[in-house]
């Protein structure tokens, strides 16, 4: 994963200060406390949940997840961003497997 990151690195944009507003509210919501692991979060680990939800709440854009347990979900609610299943995401754009 690293390989790929350094190798496509102008792929990810740096979070503006509207988007780091968001992510500074989705941490500091009770809420939202088991959003992101305790473990992550003391290690001082990368995270990219908060990120996501900032970046779909100022781009407009929709989150697509996997995990049908996800808190993702009720964030993104919250936040006013759109979030939907990857079998929602395979059914709207008519994908075969």
């Not at 692991?37 to 990368?46: F, S, Y």
């Not at 995990?67 to 754009?93: A, W, Y």
């Amino acid at each position: 994963m690293k390989a790929y990151i350094d190798k496509n690195i102008d792929i990810f944009q740096k979070p503006c200060s509207a988007q780091m507003e968001i992510v500074a509210k989705i941490m500091k919501d009770s809420r939202f406390k088991d959003f992101v692991r305790k473990k992550q979060w003391l290690d001082g680990a990368p995270v990219a949940d908060p990120f996501l939800v900032a970046a779909g709440a100022i781009l407009q854009n929709t989150i697509v997840v996997s995990q049908e347990n996800s808190k993702m979900p009720e964030v993104c609610t919250h936040f006013g961003v759109k979030c939907i299943q990857i079998r929602e995401l395979m059914e709207r754009e008519q994908w075969q497997y």
